[in-house]
């Protein structure tokens, strides 16, 4: 895909939110933070999915990639209200919103 | 016609991008959380300039009014977790 | 150009200039309740501008009805936001019944 | 040429405030800016002309999504976690590398595509007159691609238990959430009074001109599952508890009858093949069975799990 079109600039947008998504999830420690990156990246990957369907300007996006898009927004919120409940009572345990592993050593991490 | 609705979108969307420097810098909570009501109001006058020019025509409209409809959920989602006990609101604090 | 159309530039420019307005206070404003104030007000000023400046454009009778309706909502949501922000930022002994 | 303008400033927008909500130092910015993000992603999707996947962006990132991390993040900070310090620079520009290869890797694939592929448009659009509806995303959702639409229905109830899985024993039984409360006269109850009518219009009418128009049972049922927990949030309603009988029939309820109408199917020749004579009213049914279930699941979830005492 080349040329200055819709489908064409908000494709490789995506390309570029999955990048970000995945900086994020590697750098960030704190669970909420790297919910959102994770979220970025689904984001990047149905923008990119959804644009690429879009190729043909006058047919519009095709539906089979949005009805998939649809369904995949919906799993992802509920992945994310799953992370949410397991992060608060994550904390409500051992008052950390972060995963052990993630820790440095001086902190009690492994 | 379509041109200046695209126009006026564009320079909306400037307008919003340099609002968000408040969101990003802050200081209080409270500027950051402003952020999600200036997306509101302002993403839904692009959505409405949009309409016309849109290829699905106006049924655009139709996520225009989802936004406008949820702009202040999370603005209230704030304002009751930070509230004295976390669920109450502001108004029975005062 | 068209009466319609000259409507619709007057309209929305008028709606983009309290935009910017709305944008330059949430910028420049000294604290946060000035801040909730230009944001809140500026920019729905805007809105129903622009709302109005569509208005010639539509293409039948119910669709301008709905527009009206998202304003109306934006309004609503803008005004409860306004209020509940301010409240909760504010220090217990300004609130007229505290 | 205005077009791609506006495509570009908005792409490069949305990678500006994605970039703020990963980067940026504020955790409370952060999500304030995702929620930002999802607001302009759904202006993006109409660009596209994806006028129902903006529908689900706008309801699922501005809506539902906020909901959940403002009042996550809020208490959180109540418990007062522990947050440790960013990892060293070494190892941030070595997982800026990894992201930006793989971002790379990406993008070069797509110069790869054929320029006029036109996937499945013409396919949906030749078969869309024995689907029973006019809009080609409903008839792929509930028609032409049941089968994922029913798993999806089927995993959210599996979420569903997973959360509630995470109560303590002395709490199962309670209802979801915390107990709300608002003053009875004040600006946000009155808002959740006279919202929730307007709200359960908007849902209603977006389920129902999904046959026809962009719009559907998922998009509806994330407007009404948002707009029940305003009046939760107000205090005016409260969730029931999670063991009551009413509660697990109404998110079983839409799957179940998806699953029933899908296996009439499968005694007449297909599971889930729709007769194109009778697929509207089927459709139709089965929609307003899964909005029902989704919106009582999704407002479920965003509510969590038990955490008081059965009364």
């Known amino acids: 895909m080349t040329g200055l079109e819709t489908s064409t600039i908000f494709a490789y947008c995506g390309a570029a939110l999955i990048g970000i998504g995945i900086y994020g999830f590697l750098v960030r420690r704190h669970m909420i933070r790297r919910l959102i990156a994770f979220n970025v990246i689904g984001s990047g990957v149905f923008l990119l999915f959804g644009a690429t369907g879009a190729r043909q300007p006058d047919l519009g996006v095709d539906p089979v990639p949005q009805a998939l898009i649809i369904t995949g927004l919906v799993v992802a919120l509920a992945a994310t209200a799953l992370v949410v409940a397991l992060t608060v009572r994550y904390a409500h345990l051992t008052k950390r919103a972060t995963l052990r592993e993630d820790l440095p050593d001086e902190q009690g991490g492994s | 016609m379509t041109d200046w609705l695209l126009i006026i979108a564009a320079l909306t969307l400037v307008s919003v991008a340099a609002a968000l420097w408040r969101v990003a810098s802050g200081p209080t909570t409270v500027d950051r959380m402003m952020g999600a009501q200036l997306v509101g109001t302002s993403g839904v006058a692009i959505l409405i300039l949009l309409a016309p020019t849109s290829r699905s025509g106006w049924a655009a409209l139709d996520v225009a009014v989802v936004l406008a409809l949820l702009a202040a959920f999370a603005s209230i989602a704030f304002v009751k977790a930070v509230s004295r006990d976390g669920r109450g609101d502001p108004e029975e604090d005062a | ?98 | ?311």
Not at chain 4, 113 to 141: C, F, H, K, W, Y
């Open chain 4, 1 to 311: 040429m205005i077009g791609p303008a506006f495509d570009l400033l908005l792409a490069l927008i949305v990678i500006a405030v994605a970039l703020a909500a990963t980067l940026g130092r504020d955790n409370f910015g952060a999500v304030v800016f995702f929620i930002v993000y999802g607001s302009l992603l759904a202006v993006a999707w109409t660009r596209l002309g994806a006028v129902d996947v903006a529908l689900a962006e706008a309801a699922i990132g501005a809506g539902l999504t906020g909901l959940l991390l403002v009042g996550a993040l809020a208490r959180l900070s109540r418990l007062e976690v522990f947050s440790p310090k960013p990892p060293g620079a070494g190892a941030r520009a070595l997982c800026a590398l990894t992201a930006a290869s793989v971002a790379a890797v990406v993008a070069y694939a797509l110069t790869g595509l054929d320029p006029d592929g036109g996937g499945l448009t013409e396919t949906v659009a030749a078969d869309l007159d024995r689907s029973g509806v006019q809009n080609p995303v409903t008839a792929v959702l509930l028609n032409f691609r049941g089968y994922d639409t029913l798993l999806e229905s089927i995993v959210l109830l599996v979420v569903l238990v997973g959360v509630w899985s995470l109560a303590q024993d002395r709490h199962w039984g309670g209802a979801p959430g915390l107990a709300q409360h608002a003053r009875p006269d004040g600006v946000l109850a009155t808002f959740a009074r006279a919202l929730p009518p307007i709200g359960l219009l908007i849902g209603v009418y977006v389920v129902w001109v999904g046959t026809s128009e962009p719009g559907g049972a998922f998009q509806g049922a994330t407007i009404l599952a948002a707009v029940w927990l305003l009046a939760a949030m107000a205090g005016l309603t409260d969730a029931p508890s999670v063991t009551r009988r009413s509660v697990r029939v109404i998110v079983i309820a839409g799957p179940a009858l998806f699953l029933a109408i899908g296996t009439v199917g499968a005694l007449a020749g297909t599971f889930l093949a729709l007769p194109p004579d009778h697929a509207k009213r089927l459709i139709q049914v089965i929609e307003a069975g899964l909005t029902i279930s989704i919106a009582a699941t999704l407002a479920l979830l965003v509510l969590g799990f038990p955490q008081r005492a059965p009364p």
């Open chain 3, 1 to 98: 150009m068209s009466l319609a159309a000259l409507f619709t530039v007057v309209f929305t420019s008028a709606g983009l200039f309290f935009f910017i307005a709305g944008a330059v206070g949430m910028i420049r404003f000294p604290d946060m309740h000035s801040r909730l104030h230009a944001l809140t007000k500026a920019d729905n000023l805007g809105l129903g501008l622009i709302v109005i400046g569509v208005m010639p454009q539509v293409d039948r009778p119910v669709t301008a009805l709905k527009l009206v309706f998202i304003w109306a909502l934006a309004l609503v949501a803008s005004a409860v936001t306004a209020q509940l922000l301010a409240r909760s930022a504010a220090p217990p002994d300004l609130c007229e019944d505290g």
